[in-house]
């Protein structure tokens, strides 16, 4: 039975999960007086930040992903450039552990995007987990090769070796025995072949950067024996890494790191960088209340860590949805990429305790901010924000946002904003933010800035209740326990337990909700879905007419995405009652919220920026946050999320002297700015975004300043002026073949595409007017390909777009079914009238394409 995904061996580990109690985080997450806890009530913990205690320069460390990208372009850059990673960790070149992966294929694209150093694992250039171990000799002929091919990149530099992973578990597994003459003899083994190794990578590359051990854990007493001798034989790595992955890691690293860090002195050794280059297991990656308590731990000891890899590559370890479309957790990653300035102190209720509320903060005082995230526990906290600078004023603006956690494959809208108020700083230089309604899979943003006239808009937290299918009337089902702290390994299911084995025809589980007025509402449904097609359930109201819900495959069973739809409700009780139609999911719970339009509204003073605007809070405008002064050469960069593919209106609020500025998407000109004299002005256009992330970046042209306050998107991606081509009614040649398909757009798709250069699909599509343009690609690919460790070896297909004789080549990534169609976009220049696109591969199979859309950037 399809219940619960079997556990495979894994070589890394742990994390934890939230009972959650039923209701969402709503209105009662405000800020002000009414949260405070009554005087009969025990007071609420504290989470305190000293920003009078600076901690160091933010890091941005902890966000580094192991086979976090798969390909040039697989995740998108979209959701790539945002984070500012800071490592990855890869395979060697020509590696055959996975498929994909490869250290060197993917280092152009992680440069453009503004990446760090990328980590090479050496031993993937084997196949087996375990790794297969056919003598020295020959990993010394394959360390040649990947080495002389890394050599002869312009980016050489920008690599670092790792010669062995996890030594005590392949190859030298004596170094975690209890017996010392075992223990001894592997350690011989191990440090005279580390030694060799090392000599060979240098020989080859010199100057190149080496990093190890890389054990599976910090183990005292190999490190104890290792860099004395290291040292003494000249080979100390440049980098030292190790595994962090058992649910004890949130309780026992910093004292691990205390250890190395003696052992580093009691060598006479300087301070090494740290990279714990796998870290957290399943449980952790994708919920953003537990990724919140391992960056800040990483963060707050200055060490780089890269998210293990358990799954798929090419999804950032777990917090991307698709290729340009982010889930709850990549939120937290984007506002942990934001923090600027210095760290500052941070005491949490407890310390080093698993599962239990933690943060990280910063203070920028040149930009005048402060930002603190936080989570990891429910119910309710006072976040004591402490010496708030003089130069922030006597009253700020408090803004606090919340990122929930929406599966491994649900679309994480951008984070919803709970409250912003305007607070008087205490004579201490104090400010106490009270929040209840804490959700422990959600992570928070407070952001403090100074206040100026006027008052920041009220947010609008609509009412949401979350119901556990567990708790639900099931019919011909099972429940199911999932990820506790006991089964690390499992898959993250709110309240710990789904409900599977839904494959009866009487199977159907019944929810009991309450709602407290007439209207519609918004019908989240959390479930997995193996099948490799898409499933189907009927939907009924209080045994009403059914309508159906359709599941699109996930990459397993407990791997979960979102399915939603709207329904009408009466105030009062009713039941929702979800019964089996074709197919077969699990169900986790269902999320029920109140229709309304998500505020999306984005400040500009906490973009990404390039070059030194500055920052003017006169006045606090719609967010609290005040307004971004780009002056000639400066640029920011707004993350804007869109929930389908279609035509959006973006505002900007904005006041421009000197001339026009821009606005940008995928390097061209999407809109422009006109000069407003000084006044201050909403300037609206339609753009089309795609679904997911969308970096719209705006600029002041030649000697304008452009003093910008933020950028506020409305619409439902409507598609009007967008073009539709199927490609069933395209030229096809060679082996291209329609092919039909009931999930398909018109009922067929075109197949067989690529794997021999005349083996083609042709379109003709019309362009209005020259310019950019975006074909949006429905498509569908679940190539994989076998091997023997534990990981889902997901393909990428490439595939040749030509537009009117220009060829690129685009990723794309797999959608877990043959019969599940995904839209990746692709940015185009279009001549006026009509222009031929073709699609191919010369040497492989290009996905099936079901549909092509073509939409001018600029509607």
């Known amino acids: 039975m399809p219940a619960t995904a079997p556990t495979p061996p894994g070589r890394r580990g742990p994390g934890r999960l939230r009972a959650l109690s039923g209701a969402a985080l709503t209105a009662a997450a405000l800020l002000g007086s009414a949260l405070v806890a009554p005087a009969a009530q025990a007071a609420n913990p504290q989470l305190t930040v000293d920003l009078g205690q600076t901690t160091g320069a933010v890091m941005h460390g902890a966000n580094g992903a192991l086979y976090g990208l798969s390909d040039d372009g697989v995740p998108g850059a979209s959701v790539v450039a945002p984070l500012h990673m800071t490592s990855i960790a890869q395979k060697a070149p020509d590696g055959a552990q996975h498929p994909n992966g490869d250290a060197l294929t993917v280092e152009p694209f992680f440069a453009r995007t ?38 002869a990149s312009p980016d050489a530099n920008r690599f670092v070796w790792v010669p062995f992973n996890e030594p005590d578990g392949n190859w030298y597994t004596g170094l975690g025995s209890s017996d010392s003459t075992t223990y001894a003899g592997a350690l011989g083994s191990f440090e005279s072949d580390w030694k060799t190794v090392y000599h060979e990578i240098r020989a080859k590359l010199p100057g190149a950067r080496i990093a190890g051990p890389n054990e599976t854990h910090m183990d005292r007493r190999l490190l104890g024996d290792f860099y004395p001798w290291a040292k003494a034989n000249g080979v100390l790595p440049d980098v030292t890494t190790w595994h962090e992955l058992s649910p004890g890691s949130l309780r026992d690293f910093e004292s691990n790191l205390a250890a190395y860090r003696a052992i580093e002195t009691g060598a006479g050794i300087g301070r090494l960088p740290v990279n714990i280059d796998e870290y957290g297991d399943r449980r952790d990656l994708s919920v953003p209340g537990q990724m919140v308590q391992w960056i800040s731990m990483f963060e707050r000891n200055k060490v780089h860590a890269d998210q293990a890899y358990w799954d798929i590559a090419g999804n950032l370890d777990d917090n991307v949805a698709q290729t340009n479309i982010p889930n709850g957790d990549w939120w937290l990653l984007r506002w942990y990429a934001g923090l600027t300035g210095q760290t500052v102190r941070v005491t949490p209720p407890q310390s080093d305790v698993i599962d239990t509320l933690q943060g990280l903060a910063s203070l920028d005082t040149g930009r005048k901010q402060a930002q603190v995230l936080l989570g990891g526990a429910a119910g309710s906290a006072d976040t004591v924000i402490r010496h708030i600078p003089p130069s922030f004023g006597t009253r700020v603006n408090v803004t606090v946002e919340r990122t929930g956690w929406s599966g491994y494959e649900g679309a994480g809208a951008a984070p919803a904003v709970l409250s912003r108020s ?104 959390f479930y997995g879905n193996q099948s490799g097609s898409p499933s189907t359930q009927t939907l009924t ?19 979960r995405s979102i399915a939603s739809t709207p329904v009408a409700l009466t105030a009062g009780t009713h039941t929702l009652t979800l019964a089996k139609a074709t197919g077969e999911v699990t169900l986790d719970k269902i999320d029920l919220t109140a229709s309304h339009t998500p505020e999306s509204v984005y400040p500009a003073t906490y973009a990404d920026i390039t070059g030194s605007p500055g920052y003017s809070y006169s006045a606090s405008g719609t967010t609290g946050a005040g307004a971004l002064v780009l002056t000639p050469g400066s640029q920011a960069a707004i993350d804007a999320y869109a929930p389908k593919d279609g035509y959006y209106t973006v505002h900007g609020d904005y006041s421009s002297t000197g001339g026009s500025s821009t606005l940008a998407m995928d390097g061209a000109t999407a809109a422009t700015l006109p000069s407003t004299g000084g006044s201050l002005t909403d300037r609206s256009a339609r753009l089309y975004l795609h679904a997911g992330n969308n970096r719209i970046t705006a600029a002041p042209a030649g000697s304008t300043t452009l003093t910008l306050r933020d950028l506020r998107v409305d619409g439902s991606g409507d598609t009007s002026g967008a073009t539709t081509y199927e490609a069933e009614n395209g030229t096809l040649a060679g082996t291209a073949v329609v092919t039909s398909d009931t999930w398909a ?26 310019g950019r343009y975006v074909l949006n690609v429905r498509y569908a690919n679940d190539q994989v390909s076998g091997s023997g460790n534990y990981n889902t070896n997901v393909v990428s297909r490439a595939t040749t777009v030509t537009v009117d004789g220009t060829a690129r080549t685009v990723m794309f990534r797999n959608t877990y079914g043959w019969s599940a169609y995904w839209d990746l976009p692709v940015p185009v220049d ?24 073509v939409a001018p950037v600029s509607g």
């Open 114 to 151: 503004g990446g760090g150093d990328d980590y090479v694992y050496m031993q993937d250039v084997y196949a087996s987990w375990p790794y297969e171990n056919p003598g020295l000799s020959d990993y010394l002929a394959k360390v040649d090769t990947m080495v002389a091919k890394v050599a």
């Open 830 to 853: 279009l001549a006026a009238g009509t222009n031929t696109v073709s699609f191919g591969n010369a040497d492989a199979y290009a996905p099936n394409i079901d549909r092509v859309t």
């Open 422 to 525: 305007t607070r008087a700083v205490a004579a201490d230089g104090s400010v106490t933010v009270p929040l209840t309604g804490l959700d422990a899979l959600s992570a928070y943003r407070i952001t403090v800035n100074p206040a100026g006239t006027g008052s920041p808009a009220a947010a609008s937290v609509p009412w949401s209740r979350t119901y556990e299918a567990e708790n639900a009337t099931i019919t011909d089902g099972t429940v199911y326990t999932q990820a506790t702290v006991s089964n690390p390994n499992g898959y993250t299911t709110s309240g710990t337990q789904d409900v599977g084995s839904l494959d009866k025809p009487t199977s159907k589980v019944a929810f009991s909700v309450t709602v407290p007025s007439t209207g519609t509402y918004d019908l989240d449904v």
């Open 541 to 559: 109201v209080d045994g009403g007419t059914a309508t159906t819900l359709t599941y699109a495959p996930t990459l397993n069973w407990t791997y």
């Open 745 to 770: 757009s018109g009922g067929r798709y075109v197949g067989y595409i690529g794997n021999g250069s005349g083996n083609t699909l042709t379109l003709k599509v019309t362009a209005p007017a020259a």
